[in-house]
């Protein structure tokens, strides 16, 4: 399945220093981004962390290590329980770098990741970070938030809009790092000729509503500049946070109909 795949990342018009980290490799089909809390710009330490050990943990795959960590679940394939292996292997390390340097105590780290295996998509998430896909004229969340407000909304105690004006809505209920082991949410699902992927980090989300990441995404039908325009409309709108995105979309195959006419064309020459 081939891709054609971009990702920015941008310090916003408001931080000191940069906490988010992206990670993209086409070849193995592995897209990574992450947003780092803490002080003394130990966030930045955190993501860099995760991202550095999950690309380490598939370079091993490569070489025919297979680990395994935590529970290994049957409801979905090889490739996804790699993929949470991966970002615990991640908390571990965050963990005990943590616990080793005074000035990284507290330090943690959201993860949105995922894995393209063939037409397969294996998902693996911890926080706010979100992958969304575009099918069809539509765009569909694929994650959800382990934040203090969504698990309100989901509760019907507060509405969406409520949620984005709450000044918790940035209060975590789960993320990499904080304790030695975490709870990684696993999907995974069939991608179709046309698909887009967006991975993103809540800086792009608390400054850009859905329905205009859809519309720039999916008029532009071009990664970069998609990219691009994401973080600058999430800037025009105050850039109060650290900005990453990646945009993956699956090349479109042609139509038996075109590929004779194009042998045709070709074999007249």
Not at 84 to 110: D, F, V
Not at 224 to 248: F, H, M, S, W, Y
Request: glycine share 8%; aromatic share 6%.
């Amino acid at each position: 399945m081939k891709l054609a795949v971009s990702g920015k990342n941008d310090i916003g018009t408001v931080r000191q220093n940069n906490e988010d980290n992206l990670y993209i490799s086409e070849n193995d089909g592995l897209l990574l981004v992450a947003d780092g809390m803490g002080g003394h710009a130990s966030g930045e330490v955190a993501s860099k962390i995760t991202v550095d050990i999950m690309r380490e943990y598939f370079n091993g795959v490569k070489e025919g290590q297979q680990l395994q960590i935590g529970p290994y679940q049957d409801d979905f394939s090889q490739a996804t329980n790699r993929l949470g292996s991966a970002i615990r292997l991640a908390n571990q390390a965050i963990y005990e770098a943590a616990k080793g340097n005074p000035l990284w105590h507290g330090m943690g780290t959201t993860i949105a990741a995922t894995l393209i295996t063939g037409n397969r998509l294996s998902i693996a998430h911890v926080g706010d970070s979100r992958v969304y896909l575009i099918r069809a004229g539509s765009m569909e969340q694929l994650t959800d938030d382990h934040s203090f407000v969504s698990e309100q909304v989901k509760r019907d105690i507060i509405s969406k809009e409520q949620a984005k004006a709450s000044d918790m809505k940035n209060v975590l209920t789960r993320a990499l790092g904080v304790n030695p082991d975490v709870e990684v949410d696993l999907d995974e699902l069939s991608l179709l000729d046309g698909d887009i992927l967006v991975l993103c980090t809540d800086g792009l989300t608390g400054m850009v509503d859905d329905d205009e990441i859809f519309a720039i995404v999916n008029t532009l039908h071009d990664p970069p500049a998609a990219c691009e325009d994401l973080i600058t409309r999430a800037n025009q709108n105050g850039g109060k946070d650290n900005i990453t995105v990646i945009i993956a979309e699956v090349e479109k195959k042609k139509g038996w109909l075109y590929r004779l006419l194009h042998f045709k064309e070709w074999s007249r020459r």
